[in-house]
Every structure is written in structure tokens, then in C-alpha cells.
């Protein structure tokens, strides 16, 4: 069973790896794979169950900027300062929208500069790289808070973007999403790893009991 970790482990980091020679303006600082911290992988993990969570892992964010290139979507503005384009960082960092999520990540990691200190992979897409306390100095705790704080400012930025756009009334659906405080956003059990195995009952042979 140790190889079997083992072996996906290298096969995680060799993915994470190829992903960062082939779009390093996403994922640049995963040329050594990503953390294996526990910590670390627990809540990358569950990033799949937040809402908002696989796009922004997968560098698959909606910005206004993109969908300003679909017909009949004439403005790129940020929908919630509406003074700057929204591309990727505008909406994750640098929109005055963030100012309260902006102070609880700092509350968390005092004295930082983020993002200009940290990793496109984590800056644009929550995955921590490996060495991430040695080369980066980035603490699980401190991934954590940013992974937090990613999550929850995305999920406010794709409401808002949801309701300034034309099509069904269907764009309801992101009002009723409720609004999560930080600290309840991880709060929410896996699926299992493996599945159970049942026990197989034999019928007795011949009538006789086993």
C-alpha cells in the first residue's frame, strides 16, 4: 500500500508539473508538484465541493473580460466597482469589493504583500506548490487563509457578474446560494477513498448449515 501512495504521488506531481511548463501563467510554481502537506491536501480537496471551487482550481474562471468576447456582451467592467476590467486578478485581488475578505486574510497572515509574493498557482488558482514553507514561505495555515479567501471572494464576484448579464430567469439561482462565512466553508465531510466491501454470504450446500 506504501508503494500505491507512492506511486501516486508521482504520477500527481508529474501531472502538476506538465501543467506548469504548459501554462505557467496559471500554474508557474508547480514544477515541483504541489504540496502533500495533509493539511494542505484536505482543503485543496474539498475546494471541488465549494461552489466555484473546480473553476477556480482548474484556472476556468468566467471574468467579465471573457465573456466580453461572446456576442451581446458589450461591457468587461468589473460589475462590482465598475471602474476597472475584471480579468483574473481584479477579481480575485485587486477589486475594492474584496476590502472585508482582504482584512480577514490579513488578520490571518499578518505582514504580507500577497499576491506579489506568492506563486501564479496559488495566486490564480488556490493549489499550493511543493516547498511551499522552505522556498515560499508559506505555512499550511497560511495556504489555508488563502484558500479561503479565494474561494469566498470568487463566489461573490460570479453573483455579482450573474446578475448583470442577460438570459433566463434562471439567474436567480445564484441569489439563493447562501452566503458562506470563511470559517464554515470547508466545513463538509468527503466522499470515501474506497468503497466498503461487503461480506459475501455463502448458502449452506445440501441444506446442511455452514
Not at 465598475?82 to 472585508?100: F, S
Not at 493549489?127 to 495555515?141: D, H, M, S, V, Y
Amino acid at each position: 500500500r506504501q508503494m500505491l501512495h507512492r506511486v501516486q504521488a508521482f504520477v500527481r506531481n508529474l501531472l502538476a508539473a506538465r501543467e506548469a511548463r504548459r501554462r505557467p501563467k496559471e500554474f508557474a510554481g508547480l514544477e515541483d508538484g504541489w504540496c502533500e502537506h495533509p493539511a494542505v491536501r484536505e482543503t485543496t480537496y474539498a475546494m471541488r465541493l465549494v461552489f466555484g471551487g473546480p473553476a477556480l482550481a482548474a484556472a476556468g474562471i468566467w471574468t467579465a473580460k471573457n465573456i466580453n468576447m461572446l456576442p451581446h456582451h458589450p461591457s468587461s467592467s468589473c460589475p462590482r466597482c465598475g471602474c476597472e476590467i475584471e480579468d483574473t486578478m481584479h477579481r480575485l485581488w485587486h477589486c475594492t469589493a474584496n476590502a472585508t475578505a482582504r482584512t480577514e486574510l490579513n488578520k490571518l497572515c499578518p505582514h504580507n504583500d500577497y499576491p506579489f509574493s506568492l506563486p501564479p498557482c496559488l495566486a490564480r488558482c488556490g493549489i499550493a506548490p511543493a516547498k511551499n514553507e522552505t522556498k515560499w514561505g508559506l505555512t499550511p495555515t497560511r495556504v489555508q487563509a488563502i484558500q479561503r479567501y479565494l474561494l469566498q471572494v470568487n463566489a461573490f464576484a460570479t453573483q455579482a457578474l450573474a446578475r448583470t448579464k442577460p438570459g433566463k430567469a434562471d439567474m436567480e439561482l445564484f441569489d439563493i446560494i447562501p452566503e458562506q462565512p470563511a470559517e464554515q466553508l470547508f466545513k463538509t465531510s468527503l466522499p470515501p477513498c474506497k468503497r466498503r466491501r461487503t461480506q459475501q454470504q455463502h448458502p449452506a450446500a445440501d441444506g446442511r448449515q455452514a
